[in-house]
């Protein structure tokens, strides 16, 4: 797996991630499950620890759904994360059980290599996807996307 970021000038940003195992296809699929299903946590909590309370950050990111075959390609695909059982007690008004469930979880630089994969395609995540990115690689984004055009102009030069 290769990661690199690189800025060339003060309004565009380059992120390139190569994965043997990942298309443009697969990412742009994995980004629209986060932005339909998934979940991302990009909180400041107090935790207690032996020397008394700190401030923490806990960046985490989920898919929670009935499919599992899903959520084992996504495990397989991106190789991070886990993937456990969701069960869920009760009934439903009708009197049915709930469906098994099936949650994917990341976190930290887990969690920041898969932003750095869907981030080009994602929408309503975009937002906790940049903070993400703007954590881990002090690169502040300030909410602008890479022209593609400008990306293959830079990288024809080099």
């Keep these: ?60 990111m989920e898919i929670s759904m009935t499919d599992q075959s899903v959520l084992i390609w996504l495990h397989k695909v991106l190789g991070v994360g886990t993937l456990t059982n969701k069960p869920r007690k009760g009934l439903r008004k009708n009197g049915t059980k709930y469906l098994m469930q099936y949650r994917w979880r990341c976190t930290f630089r887990d969690a920041y290599y898969v932003c750095l994969l869907i981030w080009p395609w994602s929408h309503t995540k975009l937002p906790k996807i940049q903070k993400i990115i703007e954590h881990y690689s002090d690169i502040k984004m300030n909410g602008n996307v890479v022209n593609l055009q400008d990306y293959k102009r830079i990288m024809s030069l080099e």
Excluded: P, Q
Aim: charged residues 30%.
């Design 1 to 60: 797996m290769d990661i690199w970021l690189s800025r060339y000038d003060d309004f565009n940003i380059n992120i390139h991630v190569s994965s043997c195992f990942m298309n443009e296809t697969d990412k742009a699929y994995i980004a629209g499950l986060f932005d339909g299903e998934g979940s991302i946590d990009f909180t400041k909590r107090k935790e207690k620890k032996r020397n008394g309370t700190y401030n923490c950050r806990r960046i985490s």
